[in-house]
């Protein structure tokens, strides 16, 4: 049996000894009750100190075992502990477990008192001095604190079946191996089954800790189908079941070779970001749905075939998102730069086993990360990280992220951050300049990031060149084929240490906001990727936030194959993809001449005239009248003089169709057009309104292993849809029901944009959201609530 234990925890942020020393049976006074997940400190958005979540707090969990528990095995499940957390039963401590990034098991059996009252007490260590990784030097991500995923107690046993792995290769051969603890004279009965619950294969037989069979009928994993399977292990003595243990997996084989990666014998070029698994207020500490969605993002919003759990293993429920989706993962394990002494070095390795031991049914997963991001060469300690990897997962390569080239590679692929780029330069170095050794495989897993740091608030100009460099690299990894792909720094703002960011705590180096809003770099990704019409303009036409009024070169991100542009009603042009970006599937379009055919539409000259005409016109807003080129020149004197255009004409001409100043604002229509047929249009005119725009994951929100949440996505948006970036007025949020805000009730909108999240409260029911902002119509959202299983169900069987 699992029984969650996520509810009447009680809390405070400050251990003391005396916490060891409770009675039975007494609850303390004054300590709070809290939620698992939960986080030792809720934090603003920004503008706060990373000491506020650094200390030495508790938990404390009473536990009344029935009897009939007896003779079996009860054992404790902890998620993740941030990082560093002490486990007490009646006082006596029972293990200290270090890293704050896999799960842990404490058995409890041979000291619990049965029938009566017992406390667990949990000392948990959020301090930065730990002497484990990531810990040591500098970081550019905060790492919060405390018992940050779920808990379950396991009555189990006495026989145990430990460290299930199941494998199936893309020949259909499955593999299974297992621990099995006190298992002789065990009868092991397996069933495999596939996502329809079809029986694919079963077996039973004595015990045996390595099982191999070939299943026909087995239907393969991939990005594009990923179909699932599910392995249910049992474990009997006679008639006795003593344990049993699902494991959900996939028929696919991974393949690193010189020239990429191939999954199932097809090459997959790789287009991912990297993500770090943090959320505004809450740090690492949200439940299952939030987890969800960051993968639904990455699939559905950014067109991403993969991503890197940068850096250190992420929630089962992201990772089990992908594999449902066919996110392709690179998972790595915990640290960033430093390499500490013996000690923290052997902890490292300690967590190289717990990752790739509860991580390797995944099937999403195609490499392990077996080096501390970005650090030195260390021989012996990477030979230990990789040989542990290999001996516990004989079927996936390993990695790890360098960021200097030509490095050891003891690895079976390079992985280096290239950021080459910076805006005027190519992409990305080839691979051959990088890696030492180029018969093995190779993928950059950083770019673009600190490079071009880049607010939802910054201006116009900034936001598009930061969406054009993730562009430019991505083009040119695409143009390389022994390039695998690349991952983009990053999935989204995170919070980061004094020693980085922006003086506020944040790193503005995601395709999104926070709250998981896109910037313009997001719609690169989706043009790119998406399976739906996707359209994004990148100006909202306003020619007061640029430079000298010009415009420049607007940009349609689309997947579409042209885009037609209207100006007023009528056509000005179309225009195709930029000719720079030459490998990638739907490239930026530039939408360089807002002129077209007006001047011979309107103007009445006719179809050579309007053509020089434009052209003058169209160098003067590029060079500006006083720095013209020889040719232009040239050929404005030659249409004053030979066509009898004036000066004062070409002025009139010019502030019509290109400047716009003082003349009165233009309405624009972008038409992506594919297969000649219009699928997607943006508008752009003058703001004459703006409303909110509120987006939820989902209205119904379950309580089953432990309190659910709804995130919500704000934007300010005008009379077309169209984000109103420069609109920073004030949102207020209200909620009744059964629910409560996490973070403030008021907040600004950044970039046109903010956030909320909604927290179920232990209680089924309904709750309502309004979300209002000054002169806006308020936006109100109905949730239903129902509880459907029990968040410590070790109360109701301590009951019975
Ligand atoms: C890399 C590092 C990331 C992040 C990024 C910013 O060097 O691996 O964690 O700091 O730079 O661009």
């Keep these: 049996m699992r029984y969650p234990m996520n509810d009447n925890w009680l809390f405070t942020p400050l251990y003391t000894e005396a916490l060891r020393r409770l009675p039975p049976g007494t609850p303390p006074a004054g300590l709070e009750r809290v939620r698992i997940p939960h986080t030792v400190a809720l934090l603003p958005v920004n503008g706060f100190s990373e000491r506020e979540y650094q200390k030495e707090s508790a938990y404390l969990h009473a536990l009344t075992p029935p009897l009939s528990w007896r003779g079996r095995r009860v054992r404790l499940r902890f998620g993740a502990a941030a990082h560093q957390a002490e486990v007490f039963l009646n006082g006596e401590s029972l293990c200290v477990h270090s890293g704050g990034y896999t799960a842990f098991t404490v058995d409890l059996t041979d000291h619990l008192r049965f029938g009566q009252p017992n406390w667990i007490l949990v000392r948990v260590d959020s301090r930065e001095s730990l002497n484990i990784p990531p810990f040591g030097k500098a970081i550019d991500y905060m790492t919060f604190g405390g018992l940050y995923r779920e808990i379950a107690l396991e009555v189990r046993g006495p026989a145990l079946l430990e460290d299930v792995f199941v494998h199936g290769g893309a020949d259909r051969a499955l593999t299974i191996r297992c621990r099995g603890v006190d298992a002789e004279g065990c009868t092991l009965r397996v069933r495999v089954a596939d996502d329809q619950g079809r029986e694919l294969w079963r077996t039973e037989r004595p015990f045996d800790p390595a099982v191999t069979a070939t299943v026909p009928d087995a239907p393969l994993w991939s990005p594009e189908a990923p179909r699932l399977c599910t392995a249910v292990l049992e474990l009997y003595r006679g008639e006795e079941r003593m344990d049993s243990q699902t494991v959900r997996f996939g028929f696919r084989t991974v393949d690193f070779r010189a020239d990429g990666l191939y999954l199932n014998g097809t090459k997959i070029r790789l287009r ?123 079927t996936r390569p390993t990695g790890g992220v360098r960021n200097f080239k030509k490095s050891h590679l003891l690895e079976d692929v390079y992985t280096y951050n290239d950021f080459v780029h910076n805006g005027t330069n190519r992409g990305c170095d080839p691979k051959r300049k990088v890696t030492p050794d180029t018969a093995k495989g190779y993928l950059i897993s950083e770019h673009n990031g600190h490079m071009f740091p880049t607010k939802s608030f910054d201006w116009e100009g900034k936001r598009l060149e930061h969406a054009l460099r993730h562009a430019r690299v991505l083009n040119d990894a695409a143009g390389q084929p022994d390039i695998a792909g690349c991952f983009g720094w990053c999935m989204f703002d ?67 194959d042209a885009v037609r542009l209207y100006r007023n009603g009528e056509l000005v042009n179309e225009f195709l993809p930029g000719k720079e970006y030459p490998h990638m599937a739907h490239p930026p379009i530039p939408i360089d001449d807002r002129i077209g055919s007006q001047l011979e539409k309107k103007e009445g000259f006719s179809p050579r005239v309007a053509a020089q005409v434009r052209q003058c016109l169209l160098a003067a807003a590029r060079y500006g009248v006083g720095a013209l080129p020889p040719r232009i020149l040239l050929l404005a004197a030659k249409l004053m003089l030979v066509d009898r255009l004036t000066y004062q004409r070409a002025v009139e001409l010019f502030g019509k169709y290109v400047a716009g100043w003082g003349e009165i604002a233009t309405s624009w229509r972008f038409e992506a057009v594919r297969n000649g047929r219009p699928v997607a249009q943006v508008t752009r005119e003058p703001m004459q309104t703006v409303r909110l725009e509120v987006r939820v994951d989902t209205r119904t929100l379950t309580e089953r292993d432990t309190w659910d949440m709804a995130t919500i996505r704000i934007r300010a948006v005008d009379q077309n849809g169209g984000l109103a970036p420069f609109v920073s007025r004030a949102v207020t949020l209200t909620l009744t029901g059964e629910a409560e805000l996490v973070g403030p009730a008021a907040l600004p909108l950044a970039g046109g944009m903010a956030g909320t999240y909604l927290r179920t409260v232990g209680q089924a029911g309904r709750a309502e959201l309004t979300v209002s902002a000054a002169g806006m119509e308020p936006v109100t959202l109905a949730f239903t609530i129902q509880k459907e299983g029990d968040c410590d169900a070790t109360q109701t069987a301590a009951d019975c």
């Design 494 to 560: 995170y919070n980061t240490h004094q020693d980085f960011g922006s003086g506020d705590r944040v790193c503005y180096h995601g395709v999104l906001d926070m709250f998981r809003n896109p910037k313009p770099a997001a719609a690169v990704y989706a043009a790119e990727g998406c399976e739906g019409d996707a359209l994004a303009v990148s100006s909202t036409m306003d020619i007061g936030e640029h430079p000298g009024s010009d415009l420049g070169t607007v940009y349609a991100f689309t997947n579409a």
């Design 272 to 394: 991912g970001l990297d993500r770090h698994q943090s959320w505004p207020y809450m740090g690492y500490a949200v439940p299952a749905r939030a987890q969800a969605l960051d993968a639904e993002i990455l699939k559905k919003e950014l067109g991403c075939n993969a991503v890197r759990t940068s850096h250190y293993p992420q929630s089962h429920a992201f990772l089990d998102r992908c594999d449902e989706l066919g996110l392709l993962v690179f998972t790595e394990m915990p640290g960033w730069q430093h390499i500490g002494d013996e000690a923290w070095q052997d902890q490292a390795v300690e967590m190289v086993r717990e990752m790739v031991l509860q991580y390797r049914n995944h099937p999403s997963i195609f490499l392990w990360g077996v080096r501390i991001n970005e650090s030195p060469d260390n021989d012996a300690f990477y030979r230990r990280t990789n040989d542990l990897a290999h001996e516990l997962d004989p």
